[in-house]
């Protein structure tokens, strides 16, 4: 597990130099996946660097398999970065060597036989799907194979803990879908924790279980993917969630905007919510998928004149939480309906 406390960077002078990272706390439990978003120049990367202490953190401290990085000697930092592998943006592979010579990289240094690094080797690529393409040099794979091999390179020495920053980022979608998809086999296979940062919210919603947006340094706001994807109130949920344009409520119709809550919504609600108010109840927009084995997302309906508190109330006992918005009208009509149905 990787447990983050306090963790403050400075470049330059300790006391006021840059501050890059503020008193950051974050964990990662085994057998979990937990993404790190947030815009552009937030921190992730230093976080990325700190976790490994290729930077150094003003203060603070990392603890990584029970071991307390910060306080380690150089020896016993050594020790403890092989059980830290690491998936970067770019793939890192040296192009005179092959695949299969790119993996054995780490084993070569830690002086392992030749025949402990075949057997390990072959065991990787065979893991990474990639046993045909061990003589292929990086200029004769896709992106997609080249991020792979770095995978099982990262994996070579058997770590507990995978660092990937941003992994996919330049890859194209079918790429990136065997790339997260295979970091989710890897974490329950071989039970690792995963600290996966990124700015790719499709990404984060079909491999992350916890989420952490950064903001200046800080950690503004973070939960479980599944629980944030519910709540309507959720800043970082709002902005996971796929937008879908939603059609404007026709005549004597009020558009209400309807969140899952909980499990066990039906799959008829709308026809069950029709018959509880009595009342018509229209589709006009929606983006509801299953996330984790769980049924998250969001619909716009339009109702006809109905009493509010008794719509809330009917809507909840169905699991969902609705409110009542604004129709949109003449030219702002198409944004406002975003707005809507996001």
Known sequence: MIKIDRLTKRYGDPETGPLVLDSLSLQVATREIAAVVGPSGAGKSTLAQCTTLLERPTSGSIVVNGDELTGLGARELRLARRRIGTIFQSDGLLSRRTAAQNIALPLEYLGVTKAGVRARVGELLDRVGLLDRAHHYPHELSGGQRQRVGIARALALRPTVLLS?????????????SIVALLAELRDELDLSILFITHEMETVLAVADTVARLDRG??????????????????????LRPHRAAQQAGAGEAPWRVQYGEDGVPADWLSV???ELGSPVSLLGASIETVHGRVVGHATIGLRATDAPLTVAALRRLGLEGVPVS????????????ETAS
């Open 218 to 239: 800080r950690i503004v706001e973070s939960g479980a993917l599944v629980d944030l994807l519910r709540d309507p109130d959720s800043e970082l949920g709002a902005t």
């Open 327 to 338: 129709q949109p009208t003449a030219a702002p009509a198409r944004a406002r309906a975003l």
């Open 165 to 177: 920053d941003e992994a996919t980022s330049g890859l194209d979608p079918d790429s990136t879908a």
């Open 273 to 275: 919510l029709a018959a």
